[in-house]
């Protein structure tokens, strides 16, 4: 282990510390990260990211990346995306016009042997819930990652929209079972698969 993911290491620890603490963050499931794996979760709050790393095993933390709005996380004072990058391992994903780079980086992450962490509905959901975009298939199909469906619940009260504190209120993160895209698919059926994936990923998320 080298000195920089010794202190994110470190990092992780004090934060999930202060989120059980001050937030009563609590995990169900297990994350099943046998192989580097995609998981893909519902959007409330700016602190989803802090949420989903606090329920990761420890061991696990450097080994994930996690794509950050341009537009929004990017657009922060720099020394706040230094610290966000740091922690969050984060590279900037464009959500408007042509997102082919951003899925590419991904996928590169992917076949690099990390994690990659996706909130698919591509903006803040504020307690609901509004279906994901197809991306993450086709990261899937292309690299043969596994889904893992991540349910966020309580996010959107800890951290409402607009504030800058996070609140005494209750969050939950629940891993669901992964869910495979068949890779058997002919490539002129791959638009077809692609939704089938999202709707398989969708169900698991809100079972």
Same mark, same amino acid.
């Given at each position: 282990?080298?000195?920089?993911?010794?202190?994110?290491?470190?990092?992780?620890?004090?934060?999930?510390?202060?989120?059980?603490?001050?937030?009563?963050?609590?995990?169900?499931?297990?994350?099943?990260?046998?192989?580097?794996?995609?998981?893909?979760?519902?959007?409330?709050?700016?602190?989803?990211?802090?949420?989903? &790393?606090?329920?990761?095993?420890? +061991?696990?933390? *450097?080994?994930? #990346?996690? =794509? @950050? %709005?341009?537009?929004?996380?990017?657009? $922060?004072?720099?020394?706040?995306?230094?610290?966000?990058?740091?922690?969050?391992?984060?590279?900037? &994903?464009?959500?408007?016009?042509? +997102?082919?780079? *951003?899925?590419? #980086?991904? =996928? @590169? %992450?992917?076949?690099?042997?990390?994690? $990659?962490?996706?909130?698919?509905?591509?903006?803040?959901?504020?307690?609901?819930?509004?279906?994901?975009?197809?991306?993450?298939?086709?990261?899937?199909?292309?690299?043969?990652?596994?889904?893992?469906?991540?349910?966020?619940?309580?996010?959107?009260?800890?951290?409402?929209?607009?504030?800058?504190?996070?609140?005494?209120?209750?969050?939950?993160?629940?891993?669901?079972?992964?869910?495979?895209?068949?890779?058997?698919?002919?490539?002129?059926?791959?638009?077809?698969?692609?939704?089938?994936?999202?709707?398989?990923?969708?169900?698991?998320?809100?079972?």
């Amino acid at each position: 282990m080298n000195m920089k993911d010794g202190l994110r290491k470190m990092a992780h620890l004090a934060l999930r510390v202060y989120l059980k603490i001050h937030c009563g963050h609590r995990v169900r499931g297990i994350p099943r990260l046998d192989r580097p794996s995609i998981l893909v979760a519902n959007h409330a709050s700016h602190i989803d990211t802090a949420a989903i &790393f606090a329920a990761l095993p420890i +061991s696990e933390v *450097s080994r994930v #990346r996690t =794509a @950050a %709005a341009r537009d929004t996380i990017y657009a $922060l004072p720099r020394p706040l995306v230094a610290a966000i990058e740091f922690l969050f391992n984060t590279y900037a &994903f464009e959500r408007k016009g042509k +997102s082919t780079d *951003s899925l590419e #980086r991904g =996928a @590169a %992450a992917i076949r690099e042997g990390s994690h $990659l962490i996706l909130f698919p509905e591509g903006r803040r959901n504020d307690g609901g819930f509004l279906g994901f975009t197809p991306g993450f298939a086709k990261i899937a199909y292309e690299t043969g990652a596994p889904v893992v469906p991540v349910r966020i619940t309580g996010a959107h009260r800890a951290l409402p929209r607009g504030s800058t504190y996070v609140q005494h209120r209750p969050m939950e993160v629940t891993f669901r079972e992964p869910v495979e895209a068949d890779r058997t698919v002919p490539y002129d059926r791959r638009r077809e698969a692609y939704a089938r994936l999202v709707r398989d990923a969708e169900a698991a998320l809100c079972a």
